[in-house]
């Protein structure tokens, strides 16, 4: 399954700024971002190595293709290429709801979707949702959202981010809320797949990476898949991301938390059990969730 994640969020919010992030620390990834059209999405041009009328091809092995207004075969392609990549970023326009792109994903043989990320400038998302033209869009855009990014956090006060955090477990409920400015975060918040050491989380400064708090949780005895995935995404324990193996009594089976969404599924024949947590803030309950879980952790 190749794991797809849509990028939304309103005009101006930073959407290509994170995208062109994700490209220079994609460590070692091949990743397939996919837009309306190039225009949409300006590539840093030293990233570039070659283009074409529908392809930027872009150092490490990673792609930019423009698909006009085929989702779907754009996708499919991204399935028959050699190499195939290791994860799709779709960027959705401005205006766009990210959630009918993941609806797409969920339909379509061959992909999982691996979250919806909705990017927000951390200064005016407020007034823009209280606006009477583009307000309904903003709001669809966050109830959308597994993850939000509060970008431009630099640009606003403490009590303020107190505020908007506050107002967004209304208006994003199902979303984890991640504080970043001009676009950084670590890879590993965003894409499957991730390095349970937040000291070689790629791609953010030191500030950044002390804002996450990671830990690799071990198991005793046999769990509840499903219990276990809900324990992770209680928004009382702040997780951001979960993913790993647990012991069941089918044998090993795989969790994926994104915000408050989850998901078990198989486990490939060489899973090692264990999960790795990612938590906002500089502190993770690991306590807190080995209490929630019983007997069964280590």
């Known amino acids: 399954m190749l794991p797809v994640t849509a990028i939304g969020g309103y005009l101006g919010s930073g959407k290509t700024t994170l995208v062109n992030h994700l490209l220079r620390n994609a460590d070692g990834r091949k990743l397939a971002v996919l837009v309306n059209e190039f225009g949409q999405l300006p590539i840093d041009e030293d ?28 996708m499919m392609n991204m399935l028959r290429m050699e190499p195939r990549p ?31 990320v909705v990017m927000t400038d951390a200064e005016t998302v407020r007034r823009q949702a209280a606006n009477d033209y583009i307000g309904d869009t903003i709001e669809r855009q966050l109830s959308d959202a597994d993850l939000v990014l509060l970008n431009k956090a630099d640009l606003v006060s403490a009590s303020q981010l107190q505020d908007l955090e506050t107002w967004m477990e209304t ?24 390095d349970p ?24 005895g046999i769990v509840d898949a499903d219990a276990c995935a809900q324990t992770f995404a209680d928004p009382c ?10 012991p ?18 198989d486990a ?13 803030g500089a502190k993770l309950d690991l306590a807190g969730i080995k209490k929630a879980l019983g007997d069964s952790v280590a």
């Open 47 to 74: 990233l570039i190595e070659a283009q074409d009328d529908t392809l930027i091809s872009i150092t490490g092995g990673c792609v930019c293709c423009s698909y006009g207004n085929d989702l779907i075969e754009a």
């Open 86 to 116: 290791d994860h799709i970023l779709i960027e959705a326009s401005g205006v766009a709801l990210p959630g009918g792109i993941a609806a797409s994903v969920s339909l379509m043989d061959g992909f999982e979707l691996d979250g919806v």
């Open 171 to 194: 208006n994003a409920p199902q979303a984890g809320i991640v504080r970043t400015a001009h676009g950084e975060v670590p890879t590993s918040v965003i894409l499957q797949g991730f």
């Open 197 to 220: 050491d937040p000291a070689r989380f790629s791609g953010a400064t030191h500030d950044s990476i002390a804002a996450f708090a990671s830990e690799v949780l071990y198991f005793s």
């Open 237 to 246: 324990f702040n997780l951001v991301r979960a993913k790993g193996f647990v």
């Open 248 to 265: 069941t009594v089918d044998g090993l089976r795989a969790i994926q938390v994104v915000g408050r969404r989850w998901a078990v599924s």
């Open 268 to 280: 490939p024949e060489d899973a090692v059990p264990g999960v790795v947590l990612i938590a906002a």
